[in-house]
């Protein structure tokens, strides 16, 4: 007697899924004595099944052609907790001690959101546990048990990430939101924090370092690095750590000079969805052989392997530095500016910061720094090197474009504290922001930070058409930008009210970055929430490829699934 465990599928692909299985004889679950066969049954064109991970494998393994379109495949079919979930649970305590998993709804709350994003999960979208590993093999093992099990898994590093990147889609109940096959399950969050957060090597001589997933950046840099004169590029939030900057390919202020972290790693270990342990490759700075996995797993957001360890690389910290402030009219000559210096192949500039008229009215008016500023577009550089005269040169180099192009003022920093001063403005921006929302909208104002990056040349008339969006909307945005990367957000303030019109300012920011050649996402990433902005940014078929590489990694499906891209006919959301 075969046991039902899966939902009904009702699609033809299932079908011919099903059929050509039958001689993979893979079962994903060993409970239920006999179990050696799958039966199939054809009712009135349903095609049904029993438990096996097997029949639905081979149809997205071997479809003719190169891609995955969403049609070719049916729903993924994950452990049904009604059956299975005391055994999984007790297989679980088998590998995990018990003081290693939380099923506390306070751990299971700060797992499943934080309080920077605006896309707060569905009450139901929840973890059913939060397990954390000891170390690689310790991974291996809960993978292989949540493989076998059809147990979604998300990792999880700082939990800074704010497009919905660790959202536990697939839980109990998932079904109320759509009447389909979707199947509830329960989903596992992998933890890193509580022992995978040690920095395990530093090669200084070689200019790099093995760390563990959560390992926090600021921390690497402050506690380890700056002491040696070195430091690590990469730089998110606060918070964020090694792992999930990996998963979002983070950039920030530093990535200018120091690239996003698609250009600071060399290695990794790395766990697949069956728990199958890889090393992407040696340590050496270069190699030409075979596929570049590390960059495949850099921005895959957890959905194709858990990466439990990582050698970055490390750069030298400038032993000379200073801060510059220079003003202007307006915002395209400041964007000039920009392109003049890029061109020229000026080295040394360490940030370029773009702060606009708007930003520098909020900075100015909350008084969160100690000087007042000249409210308009505004460039903030850092300039470092390794010898003195250099950075004389530089300044002078700078001293003379911002003249070029009619700067109102040009101000450098000459002591440690002026160019904390300085740099003050760039960090006050989020609270300044708020603040003067407050002023404007009142105490309850939200605030939303877009995210997207176009070709330099493009990048004031971008800024200035998404203002005129805001403005028109009647709403306030504050702008910074990466602009050396031609990368910029725009924090938008708003409230409940005009709480539509805010979000449809915001996606309209992400269709017009893609219009001028741009990207939906320079660095938070796609999450769930950017999702269809990733589809009307490559297309269709680089989606389909992607989708394929995703079905060959992880045919289950289990690894952080609906991120980036739907990975299932029946999911409903945008
Ligand atoms: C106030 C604020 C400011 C920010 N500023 C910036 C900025 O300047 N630049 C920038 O780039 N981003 C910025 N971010 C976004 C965020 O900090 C980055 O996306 C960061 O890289 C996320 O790291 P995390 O450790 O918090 O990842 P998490 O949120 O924990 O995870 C992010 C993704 O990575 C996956 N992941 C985590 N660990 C692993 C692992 N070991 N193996 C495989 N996948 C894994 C997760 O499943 C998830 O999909 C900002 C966010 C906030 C809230
Ligand atoms: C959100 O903020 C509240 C109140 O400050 C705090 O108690 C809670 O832990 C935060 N939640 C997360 C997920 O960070
Ligand atoms: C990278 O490769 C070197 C050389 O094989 C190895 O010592 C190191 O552990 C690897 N790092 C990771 C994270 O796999
Ligand atoms: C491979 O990808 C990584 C990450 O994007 C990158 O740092 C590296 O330069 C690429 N090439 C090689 C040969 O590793
Ligand atoms: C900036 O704020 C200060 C203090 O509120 C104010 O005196 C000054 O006029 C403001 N600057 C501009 C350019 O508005
Ligand atoms: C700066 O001013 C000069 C002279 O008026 C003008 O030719 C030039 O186009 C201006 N450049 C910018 C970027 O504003
Ligand atoms: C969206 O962008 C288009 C094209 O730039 C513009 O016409 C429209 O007014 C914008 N809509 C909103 C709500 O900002």
């Known amino acids: 007697m075969t046991i039902m465990f899966r939902a009904f599928s009702n699609r033809i692909g299932c079908r011919f899924a099903s059929s050509s299985s039958q001689s993979g004889n893979r079962f994903r679950l060993g409970f239920g004595t006999g179990i050696a066969l799958v039966s199939f049954g054809f009712f009135g064109g349903y095609a049904w099944s029993s438990f096996t991970i097997a029949q639905n494998v081979p149809l997205f393994l071997s479809p003719a052609g190169s891609k995955t379109s969403l049609k070719d495949l049916c729903s993924p079919e994950y452990l049904n907790p009604t059956f299975a979930l005391d055994k999984f649970n007790n297989r679980l305590s088998q590998i ?9 709804q306070s751990d299971i709350d700060d797992h499943s959101f934080n309080n920077y994003t605006l896309h707060k999960p569905q009450d139901n979208e929840r973890p059913h546990v939060i397990v954390y590993p000891r170390d690689t093999e310790h991974v291996s093992r809960i993978m292989k048990l949540c493989y076998e099990f059809g147990v979604p898994v998300i990792p999880f590093a700082g939990g800074t990430s704010i497009e919905g990147q660790f959202v536990s889609t697939r839980n109990i109940n998932s079904d109320k939101q759509c009447e389909c096959e979707q199947q509830d399950t329960v989903t596992v969050v992998l933890d890193f924090n509580k022992y995978m957060n040690k920095v395990l090597k530093i090669n200084a001589d070689d200019l790099d370092c093995v760390v563990q997933p959560a390992v926090v950046a600021k921390d690497l840099n402050d506690e380890y690095l700056d002491k040696l004169g070195l430091l690590f590029g990469p730089d998110g939030a606060p918070g964020c750590e090694i792992g999930g900057q990996i998963g979002t390919s983070c950039s920030g202020t530093n990535a200018f000079r120091y690239g996003t972290m698609k250009e600071n790693v060399v290695n990794m270990t790395v766990v697949m969805a069956d728990g199958t342990i890889i090393k992407t490759r040696q340590r050496p700075k270069k190699s030409s052989n075979g596929y570049n996995l590390t960059g495949l797993f850099i921005g895959s957001e957890g959905t194709l392997g858990v990466v439990t360890e990582a050698t970055v690389k490390l750069h030298v910290k400038p032993v000379y530095e200073t801060i510059s402030i220079v003003s202007f009219q307006e915002l395209n000559q400041a964007t000039k500016m920009v392109q003049l210096l890029t061109k020229k192949g000026i080295l040394g500039i360490n940030a370029i910061e773009l702060l606009d008229a708007n930003m520098m009215k909020a900075i100015n008016f909350s008084g969160q720094t100690s000087r007042s500023w000249k409210e308009q577009p505004t460039l903030l550089f850092k300039l470092g090197s390794h010898n003195k005269r250099i950075l004389n040169e530089l300044i002078d180099d700078i001293k003379g474009l911002s003249k070029d192009t009619n700067c109102t003022s040009c101000e450098f920093a000459d002591t440690p504290n002026q160019q904390e001063e300085l740099w003050s403005a760039r960090k006050s921006i989020f609270w300044s922001s708020i603040d003067y929302g407050r002023h404007l909208f009142g105490p309850d104002v939200k605030i939303w930070s877009t995210d997207i990056a176009v070709p330099v040349s493009h990048l004031s008339t971008v800024i200035d058409d998404s203002l005129k969006d805001v403005t028109d909307a009647g709403l306030y945005g504050t702008i910074v930008g990466h602009v050396g ?16 019109k805010a ?28 999702r269809k902005f990733l589809t009307m940014e ?36 945008d």
């Open 485 to 500: 990367d031609g990368n910029f957000h725009c924090l938008v303030m708003y409230n409940k009210e005009n709480e539509q």
């Open 538 to 573: 490559l297309g269709d078929d680089t989606i389909s490829v992607m989708r394929r590489i995703k079905m060959a990694l992880d045919p289950a499906r289990i690894l952080n699934p609906d991120k980036l891209f739907k990975i299932d006919p029946a999911d409903k959301k």
């Open 503 to 530: 979000l449809k300012v915001i996606d309209n920011m992400s269709i017009r970055a893609i219009a001028y050649e741009g990207t939906c996402s320079g660095e938070h990433g796609i999450g769930t929430s950017k």
């Open 96 to 104: 995990v001690e018990k003081q290693d998993m939380s099923f506390l």
